[in-house]
């Protein structure tokens, strides 16, 4: 049998290895022996006898023989595949063998998948951290599943057979597929996809142990290690059995975790000049993600990999496990792709590739955490030499190049030189032209094929990188990809004759699901959030917005502005996770293990890449589409829109993310908006968004007398607390936030058109920013603890005055805002002032 084949047995091996405790828990009758003592001692737990019956029943026949037993007997080895199976469980585990049995009878009540968030401690006690329980349903962003919930003791049978049953049907039409001339990489990657979609939900392990790793991660990281283990020379078969008796005490080196980082993705992301360039900006933005998707599965593919081999992709970063004497070929990867990087980018976007052994005992005790964090680290070193490798290579960048000549060819969108420069629109439906090159034509082609966009399709072909660097003009986004071996397609249809890895992008795609035997059908998560212009929407903007694009165009940045309610303003919002690097470092502490740190990756990447989007869609199906998703990758996101949706957004956002994390105090994001013109450079627009980030992360606030910092929003260059801003963990004090300040002024000026108040909440707020600079440059805001300290002015008393002189407001509006002001002992000010900013912009039309 080819290698090829054998290592992508050892990864079925790997995924399938305890899917008998999903039937246990669905129901399943019929083993094909009876439990008795022969058989205990033959598999020592039912599930594994369970797992070997499902592989018979509904793998490819072509196939089952070679994995089955290894699936069966992973407890009971007797081979070098089931070696390797036993120890990949134990080291994806973590946990001492007695911990790992879950055979409970079917009189015992089934448990729920503990969150993984439940897991990580960083300043909150062990009693803060809520522990909630995810549904078991199957995943589908569309039908809000994703939000957990404190335990309950219902009867969950029905809800296990529900799942199981619809597992077992995608096999059977898996197995029907793939039987005759089907390819085991597309198989894998089909099955893979599946139990995604079911076993998300399924904890791996609940009898004996805490039920916190699904049964989805769990066996996708058993999967990378029997790869990893199975397939390395230097392991003998004495050893592998030698070793997955007591794992814990290996000092060997056994698998290699890598790491990718792709380099210059915010400078090529944001350093975009000319005007029009948002049409081609969502092009740009999904390019970096399907290019380390693209580059991912690259190293895979050189080091002869399954896709089972991935931890995660995303965000410019991908984590993979491949065999110790893989790290060896690294080096020669990073160049090959650093070389097409070069060529198509001229240094602008890199790969960094890093390496770290691991024996047996950094599994266990929380050591992977080190371990993990060892790698960052080592990734961040590299980037200070990023070009190391191709030193050979670069005298030819010091050589001339460029179009020469005295005709200009200078790109308006992107700056750089290129022969195939000429006149193009500046946005689609738009007569006005400037100077584009191919390139960023390419990027703008690629952003309209995704409004509509259902398929991403991957087709393997015959590529290599470049043998040395090239100073040649780009070639776009297709080109490269074809080099590292993938015609690219993004399509709303599928045609019959589509081969290769189909990745549906939403619920209902993946939910049309027919499997094919030369294909693989999976799901991406993506944030695909366009405006579109409409008929309607045009007829009321003709004359009212120059260079007005036809119906059906991609929203350009001035209608978003011309749409904004109150002042006519875009919103730029960049956000991210606070802490996230220290979340994977230390939250999990003595708990982490290799299948909890891939719980953890794909949850972040569920909600950034997942419901981020999701909640994008139903606010543009609200109300007129008015938000514009840049980016949403990893931890980090970039939107755009009219001002005052991505404000409501940002909120929702914060909102969701709690009640995602089932309300962590450790887990929150910090953001920044700032308000531009919509022929404002969107690239000086996206560097004051994240100074306006940068500032709330920076914030300090005090809540029941502890200082904190971070969980912020900036917004009008004022950093708050987002629970002073517009989100509370508890609802009851939800009215006193800025938000809801803002929306008791808004009514004021909309009943009473009164906006005396504003004005004179305002010109208060003024006073006391002015006074608390002066404080600060002198250093009198901190005591002598280093805690900042209420600040007391007139602003106390004539903010009383001004109140008590209002006329025409209802005196009960009037008390809400006295009430306000007094809290905290007059320190909300600070939010009470941005909230009169707020509603004066908010109300600025009626003016």
Not at 226 to 243: I, T
Not at 660 to 671: E, R
Request: proline residues 4%; hydrophobic residues 40%; contains cysteine.
């Amino acid at each position: 049998m080819e290698q090829k084949e054998q290592v992508f047995l050892a990864a079925l091996a790997g995924l399938l290895h305890d899917i008998g405790k999903f039937a246990l828990r669905g129901g399943a009758e019929g083993a094909s022996r009876s439990w008795d003592r022969q058989a205990e001692q033959d598999y020592k737990y039912k599930h594994a006898l369970l797992s070997e019956d499902f592989a018979e029943r509904y793998l490819p026949p072509q196939w089952q023989g070679q994995v089955k037993f290894a699936i069966g007997k992973h407890h009971r080895p007797h081979d070098r595949l089931a070696s390797a199976v036993a120890l990949a469980d134990r080291l994806s585990a973590g946990e001492r063998a007695d911990s790992l049995s879950d055979d409970s009878q079917r009189e015992k009540q089934p448990a729920r998948l503990l969150s993984i968030f439940s897991d990580v401690r960083l300043e909150a006690g062990e009693d803060e951290v809520p522990q909630v329980y995810w549904p078991l349903k199957t995943l589908e962003l569309s039908k809000t599943h994703l939000f957990p919930e404190k335990d309950y003791g219902g009867e969950l049978w029905k809800e296990y057979e529900k799942l199981y049953g619809g597992f077992v049907a995608q096999a059977e039409k898996l197995k029907t597929a793939y039987q005759n001339d089907g390819d085991i990489a597309y198989y894998l990657e089909s099955l893979l996809a599946e139990m995604q979609h079911f076993l998300w939900c399924v904890p791996s392990a609940y009898y004996k142990s805490r039920p916190d790793i699904s049964l989805y991660d769990h066996s996708r990281m058993t999967a990378a290690l029997a790869v990893a283990l199975y397939d390395s020379p230097s392991l003998s078969d004495e050893q592998l059995a030698a070793f997955a008796q007591q794992p814990e005490r290996v000092e060997d080196d056994l698998v290699t975790l890598v790491g990718g980082d792709l380099t210059g993705v915010q400078s090529f992301l944001y350093t975009i000049t000319a005007r029009g360039a948002a049409s081609g900006l969502r092009g740009r933005s999904f390019y970096l993600q399907l290019l380390g998707l693209v580059i991912a599965r690259y190293v895979l593919d050189q080091l002869h990999l399954p896709v089972t081999s991935l931890i995660y992709v995303g965000g410019g970063n991908f984590y993979l496990i491949a065999r110790r004497e893989d790290a060896a070929r690294l080096p020669e990867i990073q160049a090959q792709v650093s070389r097409a990087l070069f060529n198509e980018h001229q240094g602008e976007l890199g790969l960094i590739l890093q390496a770290r052994l691991l024996s047996g005992r950094h599994f266990f005790n929380g050591e992977i955490r080190h371990q993990w964090d060892g790698l960052i680290g080592q990734i961040n070193a590299a980037k200070l030499k990023r070009l190391e490798g191709l030193e050979v290579d670069l005298a030819r960048v010091f050589e001339p190049h460029g179009v020469g000549g005295s005709t200009p060819q200078q790109c308006a969108v992107c700056g750089r030189e290129h022969s195939g420069i000429k006149p193009r629109r500046v946005d689609e439906g738009v007569e006005e032209t400037v100077n584009k090159c191919p390139v960023c034509e390419s990027y703008e082609d690629l952003g309209k094929l995704l409004r509509k966009a259902r398929y991403l399709v991957l087709q393997p072909v015959e590529g290599e990188p470049p043998a040395q660097i090239q100073m040649q003009a780009g070639r776009g986004w297709q080109a490269i990809t074809r080099q590292f071996g993938y015609a690219v397609q993004v399509l709303e249809k599928l045609e019959n004759e589509a081969t290769g890895i189909l990745f549906a992008l939403n619920d209902e795609a993946f939910n049309h699901r027919l499997p094919r035997p030369q294909c693989a059908m999976a799901r991406y998560l993506l944030v695909n959030v366009t405006p579109i212009l409409s008929e309607r929407e045009h007829a009321g903007l003709r004359g009212k917005v120059d260079q007005l694009p036809v119906p059906g165009s991609v929203k350009p940045l001035n209608v978003l502005e011309a749409q904004a309610r109150g002042i006519k303003r875009l919103g730029v919002l960049r956000m991210d996770v606070d802490n996230l690097g220290k979340i994977f470092a230390e939250g999990l502490q003595e708990r982490a293990t290799l299948s909890r740190i891939a719980s953890l990756s794909f949850a972040v990447s569920l909600f950034f890449e997942g419901w981020v989007g999701e909640i994008a869609r139903q606010m543009n199906e609200e109300e007129s589409q008015r938000l514009y998703s840049i980016y949403s990758g990893g931890d980090d996101l970039f939107f755009v829109g009219s001002w005052d949706m991505v404000v409501e957004f940002a909120m929702r956002l914060r909102h969701d993310l709690n009640r995602f994390t089932g309300g962590h105090p450790d887990i929150h994001p910090s953001g920044g908006i700032v308000l531009v013109g919509g022929k404002y450079p969107l690239y000086q627009a996206a560097e004051e968004a994240g100074a306006a980030e940068d500032q709330a992360k920076h914030h300090r606030w005090a809540k029941n007398g502890i200082e904190r910092q971070k969980d912020a929003l900036s917004f009008l260059r004022m950093p708050l607390a987002w629970e002073r801003f517009g989100f509370h963990a508890d609802a009851e004090e939800e009215e006193d936030t800025a938000h809801a300040l803002m929306l008791t002024l808004k009514q004021i000026v909309e009943s009473h058109e009164n906006r005396a108040l504003i004005g004179k909440l305002i010109r208060l707020h003024e006073l006391y920013q002015a006074r608390l600079e002066e404080r600060r440059k002198s250093g009198e805001d901190l005591n002598r603890a280093g805690q900042i300290q209420v600040l007391w002015g007139p602003w106390n008393w004539l903010a009383e005055y001004h109140l008590s002189r209002l006329k025409d407001v209802p005196k009960d509006d009037v008390e809400k805002i006295r009430r306000r002001l007094k809290q905290e002992n007059f320190r909300s000010i600070e939010w009470i002032g941005l909230a009169a900013r707020w509603a004066e912009l908010i109300t600025r039309e009626r003016r």
